[in-house]
T-cell receptor
């Protein structure tokens, strides 16, 4: 079974802090994605990556950056956390051969 | 991205079949129809996908209209574990795009 893990289920940070959200997949997938999910807005794509060291902006990249130094790991970085970044963050991965995206359990981030 | 329209919510009874509709009148010839679902406090999970022909797997069936402007996800025997938000998504298979655009989805309630 494909497994996508996220470093934390719950995280509380203060405004202005630098926040790292880590995602690891164990199926050698080329593609990895970061979404955020907010009530009434559904899932929105922040960034995605087709390969190591490659990244593409999604629909709402402002305030975020990403890092993909190894194929299995995709990190989302909030350079200076703000209260409007309080949200559920979901990581996903997929292969270029199979279309299915596999999601992690999510990290619920609260920025105070 | 072509859009989909789903009811906000539906209710069904346990052990009965349930048909979840999705309209996608602007679908293009290369768009695949994907269904994902999200159980409470979990990340989304893949359910099924298809292009033109009806599809069956262990989780569900997908019935696609002849003109492809609508589709129906069929759960043959709903269980309490099927209570989730269901997302109908169109994915363009051209250009190597791996992005999925999630809408707000449809909440399915299963009554015991």
């Amino acid at each position: 079974d494909v497994k996508v893990t996220q470093s934390s289920r719950y995280l509380v940070k203060r405004t202005g802090e630098k926040v790292f959200l880590e995602c690891v997949q164990d199926m050698d997938h080329e593609n990895m994605f970061w979404y955020r999910q907010d009530p009434g807005l559904g899932l929105r794509l922040i960034y995605f990556s087709y390969d190591v060291k490659m990244k593409e902006k999604g629909d709402i990249p402002e305030g975020y950056s990403v890092s993909r130094e190894k194929k299995e790991r995709f990190s989302l970085i909030l350079e200076s956390a703000s209260t409007n970044q309080t949200s559920m963050y979901l990581c996903a991965s997929s292969s270029t051969v199979q279309e299915t995206q596999y999601f992690g359990p999510g990290t619920r981030l609260l920025v105070l | 991205d072509a859009k989909t329209t789903q009811p906000n919510s539906m209710e069904s009874n346990e052990e009965e079949p349930v048909h979840l509709p999705c309209n996608h009148s602007t679908i293009s010839g290369t768009d695949y129809i994907h269904w994902y679902r999200q159980l409470p406090s979990q990340g989304p999970e893949y359910v099924i996908h298809g292009l033109t022909s009806n599809v069956n797997n262990r989780m569900a069936s997908l019935a696609i209209a002849e003109d492809r402007k609508s589709s129906t996800l069929i759960l043959h025997r709903a269980t309490l574990r099927d209570a989730a938000v269901y997302y109908c998504i169109l994915r363009d298979n051209q250009g190597g795009s791996e992005k999925l655009v999630f809408g707000k989805g449809m909440k399915l309630t299963v009554n015991p």
